[in-house]
């Protein structure tokens, strides 16, 4: 039998706060949020005067980041190389993106969950969303 290691509500709470904390103190506000080993959503904050449409970009970006297990930005800068990009339509869920912003989270080698940001230019929700993904790998 199988056994699967996840993040769980308690994790996804220190990564939401840490980021919050972060976008707080740089006066910004972002969605967060934090998806289990497969990409479905445990918890998720947007905070006040964050854009809406980020609240399924953000989870999105989670779940990209640990169905791929790689950086959501990974899988669109794949996706749009000049000579061995692809369609990112052709994974087959709509879900898939690549705006970077989602990270997987790894512990002892293993894909425990993701964090993702969304709402602020991609370099910015990238930096927010890798803080959240150190608290979480400490």
């Not at 339509?89 to 989270?105: E, K, M, T």
């Not at 790894?106 to 150190?134: F, R």
Request: proline share 4%; with cysteine; charged share 25%.
């Amino acid at each position: 039998m199988r056994q699967i290691t996840s993040l769980g509500q308690k994790e996804a709470q220190t990564a939401i706060e840490a980021i919050k904390n972060k976008a707080e103190q740089e006066g910004k506000a972002c969605v967060i949020a934090v998806g289990d080993s497969q990409g479905e959503l445990i918890a998720l904050l947007r905070m006040d005067n964050a854009p809406l449409s980020s609240v399924v970009i953000a989870t999105n970006k989670a779940w990209t980041a640990a169905r791929e297990r790689k950086p959501s930005g990974d899988i669109g800068r794949a996706s749009r190389d000049p000579e061995n990009g692809f369609d990112i339509r052709n994974y087959g869920d709509s879900r898939y993106l690549g705006w970077g912003g989602g990270f997987p989270v790894i512990i002892d080698g293993t894909i425990v969950g993701s964090v993702a940001v969304s709402g602020l230019p991609e370099a910015e929700d990238e930096v927010l969303a890798k803080h959240g993904v150190q608290i979480l790998q400490k």
